[in-house]
């Protein structure tokens, strides 16, 4: 990193406390990847920070090479609050296994820039959203983090003849994705086309679980698959999700 460096796009996704006033900063950005930087003094300090330096905050960030170190956090201009406006529980359990994934999968000087449009567009979405919503957005930010990572089978088209599902699938293996009911009609528990349709809307975009419907029991199939794949890919359990397990359960659906 040069000397000076300045973030456009940089999304804060973990604030770790350092002795009495400092930070480490975690910061998302679609050029650089995750980048660590130490913000000194910034729990203290109005000057520089004020209250600006919050999980899910976006803005551009100025950072300073430091001599051996983590590079300093000079400056941070915030440009949107992707923070859910309401305070309820669960969805902020939810908004923070979101930031956790980014921050897990995202790796130094490693441009990622659909990672970064995922985290942002599926912290947009989670604002606002009923409380009988939301365990259909928490399939739909992992199903939309795994797609970002490359570690999701295409859902949109049979993985045997590539073509559409409109005679409805089947998802017997979470690696293979969806064989139409033409090539394996009794390969397992079958999927009508527009449950079909619902999941790959998932995936495109996390607003779509304010308007799709999936069975309980599709949606616990798709989540299976989605825990299986998310297992392969993450290094360790995420600390967030027994929180947000923990607080989906205690909503009425």
């Not at 990193?1 to 400092?22: E, K, S, T, Y």
């Not at 989670?126 to 739909?140: N, T, V, W, Y």
């Not at 495109?204 to 698959?225: K, Q």
């Amino acid at each position: 990193m040069h000397p000076a460096a300045d973030l456009a796009d940089a999304l804060i996704v973990r604030l770790q406390p350092v002795r009495d006033a400092d930070l480490i900063v975690t910061l998302l950005d679609p050029d650089r990847g995750r980048v660590d930087a130490y913000a000194r003094s910034a729990r203290k300090s109005s000057r520089r920070f004020g209250g600006r330096l919050q999980l899910f905050a976006l803005g551009r960030a100025r950072l300073t090479q430091a001599k051996g170190g983590l590079p300093q956090l000079s400056e941070f201009e915030r440009s949107a609050d992707l923070a859910p406006t309401s305070v309820d529980w669960p969805l902020l359990c939810l908004c923070s296994t979101i930031a956790e994934l980014a921050a897990v999968a995202s790796q130094p000087e490693h441009a990622d820039p659909e990672l970064h449009r995922w985290a942002c567009a599926s912290l947009r979405a989670c604002d606002d959203l009923a409380p009988s919503r939301l365990r259909l957005a928490s399939l739909a930010v992992d199903l939309g983090f795994l797609q970002a990572v490359g570690s999701l089978p295409d859902v949109s088209r049979c993985s045997v003849c590539a073509g559409d599902l409109t005679v409805g699938a089947t998802w017997e293996d979470a690696n293979e994705g969806w064989s139409c009911l033409a090539c394996r009609p009794t390969a397992g528990p079958t999927i009508d086309a527009a449950a079909c349709a619902a999941v790959a809307a998932l995936v495109l975009d996390p607003h779509a679980a304010r308007t799709v419907f999936l069975s309980r029991r599709v949606g616990r199939l798709v989540r299976g698959h989605a825990d299986a794949l998310l297992a392969d890919v993450l290094p360790r359990p995420l600390r967030t999700r027994e929180p947000l397990r923990e607080a989906l359960a205690l909503i009425e659906v």
